[in-house]
């Protein structure tokens, strides 16, 4: 609700009423006080969430909780866990990969990846960094015991 007031009903898809996500995307990473009030909107509730389903996995004796959190720096979610592995690779490997992913020109791909903590300061802030500019054989062969 909080997002239809905010961004309005151009953003959603008429007949499902889901948030277009793509087009979403296309303003907030070319506008950081737009994507800076998505983020309001949207990060108290993701925080509550994810404080919900650690303490649950807690309460059910998990020993190891893995969190897979978008802009976990940024949001400095980073502070409360004590092992946070980045798995990285080099900007122009990431770059190509964005873009072979979510179909992106390359201005949209920087766009989006400018938009956040570079990988070396989140290599800084990283426990243990897991190297991925080879093939995903090749990440597998270092993440399997």
């Not at 007031?5 to 950081?32: I, T």
């Not at 389903?53 to 909780?65: E, W």
């Not at 903590?117 to 960094?129: C, G, P, Q, V």
């Amino acid at each position: 609700l909080k997002l239809r007031s905010e961004f309005g009903d151009e953003f959603f898809d008429a007949p499902s009423g889901m948030l277009d996500r793509p087009k979403m995307a296309a303003v907030v990473f070319n506008d950081v006080e737009k994507r800076r009030k998505l983020n309001s909107i949207l990060h108290p509730a993701i925080r509550w969430e994810m404080f919900v389903q650690m303490l649950k996995y807690l309460l059910f004796g998990s020993h190891y909780i893995v969190l897979d959190t978008p802009l976990l720096f940024e949001s400095s979610y980073h502070k409360i866990l004590w092992t946070v592995i980045v798995v990285w690779c080099d900007d122009n490997t990431q770059l190509k990969r964005l873009m072979l992913r979510d179909n992106l020109t390359k201005e949209e791909a920087l766009s989006r990846i400018t938009s956040q903590f570079s990988i070396r300061k989140k290599m800084e802030l990283a426990t243990i960094l897991i190297d991925n500019n080879g093939t995903k054989e090749d990440l597998r062969s270092k993440v399997r015991p």
